[in-house]
């Protein structure tokens, strides 16, 4: 059965295929896949790689508007035997090729923010603005360990801001050394705590790679050995989490990690309505203007910005809004889940 062939050749042609553009090219690869499943269909009847690949293109088909007929790729030079190994013949440190070779289609992926007051969208979709004042974990599985340390966004105010991040990629020993990242309110790095960009001196140290967006306000941390890609901006005097985490990873975890935000929300104590009252440092009406500008859409992200600009007075809210939303479009799966409304 040559399933594991076509699995490879697929993975190659659509490696550098990302974001909404990627459209023609990749149905083709796609048809390309399906016209090498059907030539192994013979051979590997009863092989579960073969019938997951199948699954897997019919609905990859379906969710990208791939019509069946059309141009397929070329067939590719065979490539050179593999060694006895099979799977080591792939780079380990590369999550996606990796679970793609040994599944017959590619991982799931979720995702989850913290922005703003903060407002935690959860890798559920689910949506909650938090008190949670002091430091909370966002994430505690057995890849990564993310803090939020939150404080008032202004004096005697009920809601919080994020002012400090810390992100702890755990040791892989395949892959990566422990890395630790830091973020604080004017100080958002772009290298590690040891000041290193990268993953260290073990052979997949480039699986994990640092770059900066925008110098001291946006930086991306590219963790591929795990299929996960984590975004950390400020946006005046606030700092913002995203997170596309492959589905295997946000799950792994045990029943002691129980306190996650991006997994549970925040707990119902801490739970604030987002229709403010009593009287905001900004009417209500000035800061939907203000919002409208960058958020056209009215949904739970508009909703957040015009909280956040009333409570805090800081029109530079509109811009976490905004950066938030930006970040989920890139990070999720489904756009269709992109907008929120409750």
């Known amino acids: ?21 990627r459209g023609s090219a990749f149905c083709t690869a796609l048809r390309s896949y399906s016209l090498c499943t059907r030539r192994t269909a013979r051979t590997c009847r009863g092989d579960l790689a073969f019938h997951s690949a ?17 141009p397929t790729a070329p067939a590719r030079p065979r490539p050179p035997a593999p060694n006895p190994q099979g799977f080591e013949s792939l780079d380990i440190c590369d999550y996606e090729r990796s679970f793609l070779y040994k599944h017959g289609r590619p991982p799931g992926f979720q995702h989850c923010a913290a922005f703003g007051d903060p407002h935690i969208r959860t890798f559920h979709d689910d949506f909650h603005t938090c008190r949670v004042e002091g430091s909370w974990p966002l994430l505690d599985n057995d890849y990564l360990f993310v803090q939020a340390t939150s404080s008032p966004v202004a004096k005697g105010s009920n809601a919080t801001v994020t002012s400090k991040l810390t992100i702890i990629f755990k040791n892989m020993k395949e892959c990566i050394d422990q890395k630790v990242y830091q973020a604080e309110l004017d100080n958002v790095p772009a290298a ?18 640092i770059w900066e967006r925008s110098p001291g306000r946006h930086v991306e941390i590219r963790a591929d050995y795990i299929g996960t890609t ?8 606030q700092l913002s989490f995203s ?5 295997e990873v ?25 229709s403010p009252r009593g009287h905001g440092r900004v009417p209500a009406e000035t800061a939907r203007a203000l919002c409208r500008e960058m958020l056209p859409v009215e949904d739970v992200y508009f909703q957040s ?19 938030a939303l930006e970040d989920a479009r890139l990070f999720l799966p489904n756009a269709e889940k992109l907008h929120i409304f409750q």
């Open 305 to 323: 910005c015009v909280f956040d600009v009333v409570t805090s007075g800081d029109a530079n809210f509109t811009m976490a809004a905004h950066g």
């Open 54 to 70: 199948v699954h897997g293109i019919e609905d990859l088909m379906i969710q990208n508007n791939c019509s069946k007929e059309g």
């Open 230 to 237: 984590i975004a950390v901006r400020q946006a005046g005097r």
């Open 192 to 209: 590690f705590q040891d000041g290193s960009v990268n993953g260290g001196a073990r052979p997949g140290g480039s699986s994990l790679l």
């Open 1 to 21: 059965c040559k399933i594991l062939r076509c699995n490879s050749e697929y993975v190659a042609a659509t490696l550098h295929l990302r974001g909404p553009g």
């Open 243 to 247: 997170i596309r985490a492959a589905e």
């Open 250 to 274: 946000a799950r792994a975890f045990s029943e002691e990690q129980d306190l996650q935000l991006c997994v549970g929300g925040c707990p119902h104590s801490q739970r604030l309505s987002r």
